[in-house]
């Protein structure tokens, strides 16, 4: 008998039908003898509609109270699907974050979970009843309802499977697993068995929506193994583990573990700056000061003592990164800024580069054979990312996707 913990996202409780669907699967693992704890999202589009009326009132909402407002969207999922369990036989009891009592630290609208109390779950468990519990919410020790920002269910899901020392967190979605890229640009893209928290993490932070990030750092830093599976779909799904990856013959699977892209990049230059030490910092102190997050930089050295300094942010955050760039430019006697939207980033993600030479060369000749200029490099331990212009994207992903011989079963 497994101690299970299974997380429905919005998608998968958009109806009542899809409700009593997964309440069915959920039967299904009782009959099989395992224990299961569920965590739930709102359902589909709910949150956003909240978030909508809030607004309405001030564009700019208090947080508290936002919280406070957002947070229900997930107290009527946990009730629907308690109500659909117990109308086939399953006994099972709701629960809110505040009332399994996941305590958080007071940042609204992106708290971070410090502590989850087991007993009641446990006692359930052990009762033969299912908790039902809402994710994406806890509770500060001072009784506010706090929210843990975008996808924050999958991190309650997470959080309880290490609290409870759950066999599997199973994540159920609208996938049958993790791809080695995304299907809707190549439909030859492969569904992969298993793959590293490390390789996970990263493609997650380079635009793979499968996962929330906060939740893969979870899994991994309390070892808690992850499987991503379809709701609607049955198969293995993807396993994400702390091992490295073998095939049944005992042969490591294939270098790269998949293609990661993004589209919501943007391009600022700061041209002209003096050449000299402490100017990265004059300049992207600022930026940080201002709560924006740079990713990718360059700096290249010019032959009259001066240089252009390269870097990307999200494209929403672009008005305010000139703003401050500008600002700063000024102060140094600096040419100027520019700043371009037309970019897009591709990465290749797998731990294989560790101990292989030459897939930086293949990705920039495979690049180079259709013609597709890079403009930005970064590189780390098992990930390679170029910064390329937008409408080159899906040209890029099918190519390097071939490339690498990524549609191949190992």
């Given at each position: ?5 299974h ?46 009326l ?9 947080s508290r ?41 007071r ?46 269910s ?15 967190c ?21 569904r ?26 979870f ?20 396993l994400?583990?702390?091992d ?27 041209a ?47 008005d305010?990164a ?22 897009c980033k591709?990465?290749?993600?797998g ?7 030459g ?6 000749k495979?690049?180079a054979?259709e ?10 331990e ?15 992903v ?13």
């Open positions: 008998m497994a101690l299970l913990v997380k429905y996202g919005g998608t998968s409780m958009g109806s009542v039908e899809r409700i009593e669907h997964v309440a069915s699967k959920v039967a299904a693992a009782r009959a099989r003898g395992d224990q299961v704890v569920v965590v739930v999202s709102a359902m589909s589009g709910e949150t956003d509609r909240l978030i909508k809030a607004k309405a009132i001030d564009p700019r909402p208090v109270e936002l919280d406070q407002m957002i947070a229900t969207g997930e107290q009527v999922t946990i009730a629907m699907l308690a109500i659909a369990l117990e109308k086939m036989g399953v006994r099972a009891r709701s629960y809110t974050g505040a009332q399994v009592a996941i305590r958080t630290d940042a609204y609208n992106k708290a971070r979970i410090r502590h989850i109390e087991t007993e009641r779950l446990l006692a359930d468990c052990n009762a033969g009843i299912v908790p039902v519990v809402a994710g994406f919410q806890g509770i500060d020790d001072d009784g506010n309802i706090t929210t843990l920002g975008r996808g924050g999958d991190t309650t899901g997470v959080a309880l499977a290490a609290a409870l020392k759950a066999d599997e199973q994540i159920y979605t609208d996938v049958d697993g993790v791809y080695t890229t995304d299907p809707r640009v190549e439909p030859k893209a492969r992969l068995n298993r793959i590293t928290f490390e390789e996970m993490l990263e493609l997650a932070s380079l635009g793979s929506k499968v996962l929330q990030i906060r939740s893969v750092e899994a991994g830093k309390y070892k808690v193994p992850l499987r991503v599976l379809s709701t609607f779909v049955d198969g293995p799904g993807t994400i583990t702390l490295e990856k073998k095939t049944e013959s005992g042969v490591e699977e294939p270098l790269i573990a998949g293609i990661a892209f993004s589209r919501d990049e943007a391009q600022l230059t700061v002209g700056v003096p050449d000299r030490p402490g100017i990265a910092a004059a300049i992207l102190g600022p930026i940080g000061d201002a709560n924006i997050e740079v990713d990718m930089i360059v700096q290249n050295v010019g032959a009259d003592g001066t240089t252009d300094f390269t870097f990307t942010v999200s494209r929403g955050e672009l305010r000139a703003e401050v760039s500008r600002k700063v430019a000024e102060s140094l006697g600096a040419a100027g800024i520019r700043t371009a939207t037309d970019i591709v990465s290749l993600v731990v294989g580069m560790r101990s292989h030479a897939i930086a060369a293949k990705m920039f495979t690049l054979a013609s597709i200029n890079i403009r930005m490099i970064s590189t780390s098992i990930k390679i990312s170029v910064v390329v212009e937008d409408k080159y994207l899906e040209l890029a099918r190519s390097l996707h071939k490339a690498f011989d990524l549609e191949q079963a190992p």
